[in-house]
């Protein structure tokens, strides 16, 4: 399925073949609509991260050489420093985002972001910037626990970039936004109230959240797997799966 965002650009659906797929290098396989797009395979080891934005980081295995990657034309990379201090299995997980399209009009202010999943890090990087180096940032935005008494650090996910900023841990009563200040500046938490409430099923079922932007708006989806719901004859074998609702606000 084809993406659109608020940067005129008709983006394909990338699937990254994980290391156990392969033996050797990765591959990146197009779904561009109305063509058939041969799958686009490394002539090197390498670790990769897709963006929404369809640029994707790649960190070269051998000279650690980190550059983003246009594989629409194969042909266009924006250098970036070396990504050290990063293993491979935490940086093919990582969200990766850019603050904006990192074209030569806009690279200046461009803020590449990822997003560590397990640990409460991020790295950032400001294209442009005359520092050349990313810079590590380990984030404090509040406990959570459960019933049972376990704590845990609060962590950045889900999370979309819109309008150079970065929003994330979307509630129905407000959501977090991180931003950066001036070209090499650090980054600044804030959060927004937002107005209405949630559905009144919005907590029951088992559910995934996801942020996303499109056309310059912010969505929240909402999949949710309706358990326990009445089915056909035809789908009644042990192997169905259970409806699924989608939900945007």
Not at 5 to 28: N, R
Not at 42 to 53: D, G, M, S, Y
Not at 139 to 163: M, R
Request: negative net charge.
């Amino acid at each position: 399925m084809a993406s659109s965002s608020s940067h005129g650009l008709v983006l394909p659906c990338l699937a990254v073949e994980c290391s156990c797929c392969i033996p050797k290098y990765p591959t990146l396989r197009s779904s561009a609509p109305r063509r058939r797009s041969p799958s686009l395979q490394l002539p090197f080891k390498a670790t990769v991260c897709p963006t929404p934005l369809g640029w994707i980081l790649v960190r070269e295995s051998a000279s650690g050489s980190t550059y983003l990657l246009d594989p629409q034309s194969r042909q266009d990379k924006i250098p970036l420093p070396p990504l050290t201090g990063m293993d491979d299995d935490v940086l093919v997980d990582c969200n990766c985002l850019l603050s904006d399209q990192p074209t030569a009009q806009a690279a200046a202010g461009c803020v590449v972001l990822l997003v560590e999943p397990q640990d409460t890090v991020i790295w950032y990087h400001h294209i442009g910037a005359s520092a050349g180096e990313w810079t590590k940032h380990e984030y404090d935005i509040g406990i959570q626990s459960d019933k049972y008494g376990f704590t845990e650090k609060i962590h950045i996910v889900p999370i979309a970039a819109c309008g150079g900023k970065f929003y994330f841990n979307s509630f129905f009563t407000g959501i977090s936004v991180l931003e950066f200040c001036g070209p090499a500046g650090p980054p600044r938490f804030s959060s927004i109230g937002l107005v209405g409430g949630a559905p009144d099923d919005w907590g029951r079922g088992a559910f995934h959240v996801f942020l996303l932007e499109s056309d310059g708006e912010l969505y929240k989806v909402r999949l949710k797997a309706t358990l326990g719901s009445q089915s056909s004859p035809a789908s009644s074998s042990s192997s169905s799966l259970p409806p699924l609702q989608v939900g945007i606000y």
